[in-house]
C-alpha cells in the first residue's frame, strides 16, 4: 500500500473518533446542566411544600365548630330533674281537689243542682264506685291498684325526668290519681272500696249529656293529653328531642340527595 494511502487511512479514522466522541460528550454533559438547577431550585420548593399546612374551607371549620359543641354538650353538666315542678303541681292539683270535695259533701250532699253559666255547668253530687267520668262501676279495689301503680311509676321515673312540659303533664296525672285514690282509701263503705265524690256536670245536672267528675279527674285527663302530644312530638321525659333524618332519593346515575 502506498504512503498516500495510509495517510487518507488514518485522516479517516481520527474524523471517524471526533464524530464518536461528540454525542457521548453531549450524553454526559446535558444531565449535569439539568440535574445541577433540580437540585438547587426544586429542593427548597418540596420542603416549603411539606411545611406549608393546607388552609381548612370554611364547610370543614364550621364540621369542626359542630363537633366540639357536639362533645361539649355530651360531656357537660346534664339539666337538672324536675322534680320539685312535678312535687308543686301534685300537691297543688291533690289540695284543691281535696278542699272541693269537703265542700261538696258539706253543701251539696243530699240539695238541689246549682246551676251556673247560663246550664253550661251545673254543681251536683254523686257518689261514684268506678273510674274517671264514672267508667268501670263495680271495680273499686282494681283501680285502686292501678292508682298505686301509676303514682309509683311517676315517682320512680322523676329522677331522670328533664322535661318541663313531661313535668307539668306527670304532675297533673300523679296529682289527680292521688286524689281519687285517697277516696277509696278512706271513703265509705271501706278501705279499696271507697266512692269518689264527683261533684261537676256537663249541660245536664245528673250527668245525662256528660258523666259528672271532678277536680282530680280532670286534671288526669289534662296531663294525659299532654303527655300524648309531647310523645307524637317525640319529646322524651329525659329532656331529649329526637328528630327524624332527611330521607334520601337516589337519582338516575346513582348520586343521593336529601329529600
Same mark, same amino acid.
Given at each position: 500500500?502506498?504512503?498516500?494511502? &495510509?495517510? !487518507?487511512?488514518?485522516?479517516?479514522? &481520527?474524523?471517524?473518533? &471526533?464524530?464518536?466522541?461528540?454525542?457521548?460528550?453531549? /450524553?454526559?454533559?446535558?444531565?449535569?446542566?439539568?440535574?445541577?438547577?433540580?437540585?438547587?431550585?426544586?429542593?427548597?420548593?418540596?420542603?416549603?411544600?411539606?411545611?406549608?399546612?393546607?388552609?381548612?374551607?370554611?364547610?370543614?371549620?364550621?364540621?369542626?365548630?359542630?363537633?366540639?359543641?357536639?362533645?361539649?354538650?355530651?360531656?357537660?353538666?346534664?339539666?337538672?330533674?324536675?322534680?320539685?315542678?312535678?312535687?308543686?303541681?301534685?300537691?297543688?292539683?291533690?289540695?284543691?281537689?281535696?278542699?272541693?270535695?269537703?265542700?261538696?259533701?258539706?253543701?251539696?250532699?243530699?240539695?238541689?243542682?246549682?246551676?251556673?253559666?247560663?246550664?253550661?255547668?251545673?254543681?251536683?253530687?254523686?257518689?261514684?264506685?268506678?273510674?274517671?267520668?264514672?267508667?268501670?262501676?263495680? /271495680?273499686?279495689?282494681?283501680?285502686?291498684?292501678?292508682?298505686?301503680?301509676?303514682?309509683?311509676?311517676?315517682?320512680?321515673?322523676?329522677?331522670?325526668?328533664?322535661? /318541663?312540659?313531661?313535668?307539668?303533664?306527670?304532675?297533673?296525672?300523679?296529682?289527680?290519681?292521688?286524689?281519687?285514690?285517697?277516696?277509696?282509701?278512706?271513703?265509705?263503705?271501706?278501705?279499696?272500696?271507697?266512692?269518689?265524690?264527683?261533684?261537676?256536670?256537663?249541660?245536664?245536672?245528673?250527668? /245525662?249529656?256528660?258523666?259528672?267528675?271532678?277536680?282530680?279527674?280532670?286534671?288526669?285527663?289534662?296531663?294525659?293529653?299532654?303527655?300524648?302530644?309531647? !310523645?307524637?312530638?317525640?319529646?322524651?321525659?329525659?329532656?331529649?328531642?329526637?328528630?327524624?333524618?332527611?330521607?334520601?332519593?337516589?337519582?338516575?346515575?346513582?348520586?343521593?340527595?336529601?329529600?
Amino acid at each position: 500500500m502506498s504512503d498516500e494511502a &495510509k495517510a !487518507a487511512g488514518k485522516a479517516a479514522e &481520527k474524523a471517524a473518533e &471526533k464524530v464518536a466522541d461528540k454525542p457521548v460528550e453531549a /450524553q454526559v454533559s446535558e444531565p449535569e446542566t439539568v440535574a445541577t438547577p433540580a437540585i438547587v431550585v426544586d429542593e427548597p420548593d418540596a420542603e416549603k411544600k411539606t411545611e406549608e399546612k393546607p388552609a381548612e374551607s370554611p364547610a370543614k371549620a364550621e364540621e369542626d365548630d359542630d363537633e366540639f359543641s357536639i362533645s361539649g354538650s355530651i360531656s357537660g353538666s346534664l339539666p337538672e330533674p324536675r322534680t320539685k315542678t312535678l312535687a308543686v303541681l301534685a300537691g297543688g292539683v291533690l289540695a284543691l281537689d281535696v278542699l272541693t270535695k269537703v265542700v261538696s259533701v258539706a253543701f251539696l250532699e243530699g240539695a238541689d243542682p246549682i246551676k251556673l253559666f247560663g246550664g253550661v255547668l251545673y254543681l251536683t253530687f254523686v257518689r261514684n264506685p268506678g273510674a274517671a267520668f264514672g267508667l268501670a262501676e263495680g /271495680q273499686t279495689w282494681i283501680l285502686a291498684l292501678i292508682a298505686l301503680g301509676v303514682a309509683g311509676f311517676i315517682l320512680w321515673i322523676a329522677r331522670n325526668l328533664r322535661s /318541663q312540659g313531661w313535668a307539668v303533664g306527670l304532675g297533673l296525672v300523679l296529682g289527680g290519681a292521688v286524689g281519687n285514690l285517697a277516696d277509696r282509701l278512706f271513703r265509705e263503705p271501706g278501705p279499696m272500696r271507697g266512692h269518689v265524690v264527683d261533684f261537676l256536670s256537663l249541660f245536664d245536672p245528673y250527668g /245525662q249529656v256528660w258523666p259528672v267528675f271532678n277536680v282530680a279527674d280532670m286534671a288526669i285527663v289534662g296531663g294525659g293529653a299532654t303527655i300524648i302530644v309531647l !310523645a307524637l312530638m317525640r319529646h322524651d321525659y329525659d329532656g331529649t328531642v329526637h328528630k327524624e333524618e332527611p330521607a334520601l332519593v337516589v337519582e338516575s346515575d346513582g348520586a343521593a340527595e336529601p329529600k
